[in-house]
């Protein structure tokens, strides 16, 4: 006879229920007498009929007459008593019911006895005693030196039933349930002093809880002897332990060997969660890690990239994170609070592969404003993304300054609920200038002040300028547009920190040709923080990594959809794309030198828009700058002869007044008291003139600092050669041989601008004086 067979009860009643299971039964037990005694004293108040001498005494009659049937045989011996202590409440209860109906009018004892009733069946529970669960938990607890009225917990329920099945000396310590409500837990099975755990087999252990043969196992535990041994039961959970066994072997042999996905690096821990199996890996001493993403996944049979996450410290060591499904394939929606900035900076934007939010800051107190770029194609979810980084700033007092390139159609969500909405290049680029004069106003005003740093709302607010489709700008057909967007932002990338104004791309593609051929954009904008979504080309994503990510790191590209079972299991089953989950909003968030894959909160479409977006942004109106701010970002539009044009274009911003004009000559032509422009820009070598975009736009300077373009005594130059006559642009260049022929060009322009030149005819200039 075994172990079990020996400790086991000669007719075990008990059913196989955890303790809290047991504790709400005797609650609902007690909560049902408390009510029938209320109707006990009620009832007979109201209807004294004969139906309720039936009803109560047919109650009775039927209690006996069940209880005869049971308990008639009389060697039945505990199954009579157990048959009586059911049928008591009834029995009782109708004889105080039949006892208040044949009284006469209304006896004190007439409440006081369905009271009584209440608290002694109460106390008894006969129903719950009735089948031999309390009585078993109260021989455990007499056992224990505890008290018999007091429930057990499931962790005491557990080793109560360790120590009934083995009856052998051991001890369950260290109960840890994986979830309030499910019985899965693990513990420690301790021995006997100088003897060693039992070699229990899988049916005993699991014939110990009564959970299913082959869910309750024993492992060594890390660091013990042979007395103790880890016990892991999961008869519900899947069981990750089994997996993560075949991947430690797979990694040995597939991964660490020779040959394999990254030879040499050592398995140096792992642990299992009910999703996903996390490996603490470490390269060979004096090597730097190294682990290729698309290799692992081949040596891990895995055909769903984004079921492998691989992050690294950059020097030897790693954590590979393998999950069951895709992690991220749901995601909540955003709240209020989500987006509210605590006193780092920080917002939740959404959550990381492994649950933790994901936030990013819109400002650091101690570095100032930030900078930071969106790289994804259309559908990749930049402007999901956006538009909750803008409700973030709006909720948390910052000025959001928003250009979109595209008229509007990228973020119609952020619409009067920012505090400039630019639409369309000209739009943006005004916007730029205005944001530039900002900026240099508050350098002038922090010197006088003696300041180095931004010191948030003192005196000014923070101001974050968000440039959507901003590569469509900076590869304008229209060069002065172009080289004035591209000065424009690198400016305030480099020196916008320190004043609090703050600058964010997002972009299609982080080529050189579609980012104004300035590098410096690039590079600045991964300073702060970077997010990398689904791009079309390989050579994005490595330009996006290049200089920021963790060295070892690893990416694949994020594809379109992702399937429940895997992209190959859906080609081979024959569904259709649209079967798949989209994958849009998930991306790498490069930010303090960690590279984490997070997904963006999840937003619906409706009719082109996302109303949850909207409704984030709130009703409260749009932060904006302090009065002297809004004077600098148009405070020289009159000296410069624009004033009709350029004064009142911060005023004006709702209105969107050049919405749809593609260039400056578009703009300047609708404007009163501006020329319009005729023809093209004239190319290097061209005798045509220099439009007038390439002017400042509108005439408004960038800042205290000379106009784009400007080269020091270029002008000054011109204006002595045209003391002799009039001059063609062909010969102002050729007799400035020193100076770039654009930036004649330009200089031209610039002093047309100004009322010191004239244009005769195109491409022939004069002195206005003359």
């Known amino acids: 006879m075994s172990t079990i067979d020996q400790a086991a009860p000669a007719a075990d009643t008990t059913k196989r229920v955890p303790g809290h299971v047991i504790y709400r039964r005797v609650l609902a037990e007690r909560t049902s007498y408390a009510l029938a005694a209320s109707g006990m004293a009620v009832g007979p108040q109201l209807d004294d009929s004969a139906w309720s001498y039936l009803a109560s005494g047919g109650v009775a009659a039927g209690t006996f007459a069940w209880l005869y049937a049971k308990t008639k045989n009389a060697d039945q011996g505990l199954d009579a008593l157990t048959r009586a202590q059911r049928s008591l409440p009834f029995l009782t209860a109708a004889g105080t019911y039949l006892a208040n109906l044949i009284t006469p009018g209304f006896n004190w004892w007439e409440v006081l006895a369905p009271a009584a009733w209440a608290g002694l069946m109460g106390w008894m529970a006969p129903l719950t005693r009735s089948a031999g669960l309390v009585l078993e938990l109260s021989e455990h607890q007499e056992q224990q030196g505890g008290s018999s009225g007091e429930p057990l917990t499931y962790t005491e329920f557990l080793a109560a039933k360790w120590q009934q099945a083995t009856g052998d000396g051991t001890r369950l310590v260290s109960i840890q349930p994986y979830r309030h409500d499910r019985p899965d837990f693990e513990a420690v099975v301790v021995a006997q002093a100088g003897k060693a755990v039992p070699a229990f087999n899988e049916v005993q252990l699991a014939a110990a809880f009564d959970f299913p043969v082959g869910t309750v196992r024993m492992r060594p535990v890390q660091g013990s002897g042979p007395g103790r041994m880890r016990l892991i039961a999961r008869p519900i959970t899947e069981d990750t332990e089994r997996a993560a066994e075949g991947l430690r ?21 792992w642990r299992a969660e009910p999703h996903r199996i996390v490996l603490l890996v470490a390269s060979p001493p004096g090597k730097e890690i190294r682990l290729p993403h698309t290799a692992i996944c081949s040596a891990f049979g895995i055909d769903d990239p984004s079921r492998l996450v691989i992050e690294t410290d950059g020097i030897r060591q790693g954590v590979v994170s393998v999950y069951r499904t895709n992690p991220l394939m749901k995601v909540r929606k955003a709240t209020v609070d989500d987006l509210t900035m605590d006193s780092k900076g920080r917002v939740t934007i959404g959550v990381c592969h492994d649950g933790k939010p994901a936030r990013m800051r819109l400002w650091d107190p101690g570095q100032g404003a930030l900078r930071g770029i969106t790289a994804g194609v259309t559908g990749a979810g930049k402007s999901v993304l956006q538009n909750l980084i803008l409700a973030a700033e709006k909720r948390s007092g910052v000025v959001s300054w928003v250009g979109d390139v595209q008229g509007g159609m990228s973020l119609p969500e952020a619409e009067g609920r920012v505090d400039w909405f630019a639409k369309g290049p000209v739009e943006t680029l005004l916007m730029l200038t205005a944001a530039h004069a900002v900026m240099k106003y508050r350098e002038r005003l922090s010197n006088e002040m003696g300041r180095g740093d931004f010191a948030l709302g003192r005196p000014w607010p923070l101001i974050n300028i968000t440039l959507d489709e901003i590569n469509r700008l900076l590869s304008h057909p229209d060069e002065a547009m172009r080289k004035a967007t591209a000065y424009l932002i690198a400016d305030i990338q480099k020196t916008g920190r320190k004043v609090g104004i703050g600058i964010r791309l997002a972009v ?29 080309s390989s050579s994005t994503k490595e330009m996006g990594l290049d200089g920021i990510a963790p060295a070892g790191f690893q990416m694949e590209n994020i594809p379109a959809r992702i399937y429940e079972n895997g992209q190959i299991e859906a080609l081979f089953s024959g569904k259709d794309d649209e079967d798949g989950e989209s994958t849009a909003g998930m991306a790498y968030m490069f930010l303090d030198g960690r590279a984490k894959f997070m997904r963006t909160f999840f937003a619906e479409k409706v009719d082109g828009v996302y109303p949850d977006l909207i409704a984030l942004y709130g009703e409260d109106p749009a932060n904006g700058l302090t009065e002297g701010e809004a004077k600098a970002a148009q405070a020289k539009a009159a000296q410069a002869g624009a004033a009709q044009a350029g004064a009142a274009i911060y005023a004006v911003r709702h209105s969107n007044p050049y919405a749809d004009c593609d260039t400056l000559a578009q703009a300047m032509a609708r404007t009163p008291g501006s020329e319009p422009m005729a023809g093209p820009p004239a190319a290097d070598g061209d005798d045509g003139e220099a439009p007038a975009p390439s ?14 373009g400007e080269e020091p005594g270029l002008q000054d130059q011109i204006l002595e050669l045209l003391a002799d006559g009039p001059k063609s642009l062909k010969d102002l260049r050729a007799a400035l041989p020193g100076f770039q022929p654009s930036s004649v060009s330009n200089a031209c322009s610039q002093l047309k601008a100004k009322g010191l030149a004239t244009s005769l005819k195109r491409g022939v200039w004069q002195r206005a004086d003359s």
Do not use: N, Y
């Open 695 to 708: 002017e400042a736009p509108f005439g408004i300077p960038f800042g205290d600092g000379p106009d784009i």
């Open 249 to 269: 072997g797979l990694w040995e042999t597939a991964v660490a060997a020779p040959g394999g996905a990254a030879p040499g690096v050592d398995l140096v821990d």
């Open 508 to 536: 299609q593609s982080l080529h050189l040709k579609d980012l104004g051929d300035d590098d410096a954009i690039r590079q600045q904008g991964k300073v702060g923080a970077l997010f990398l979504m689904r791009t079309a």
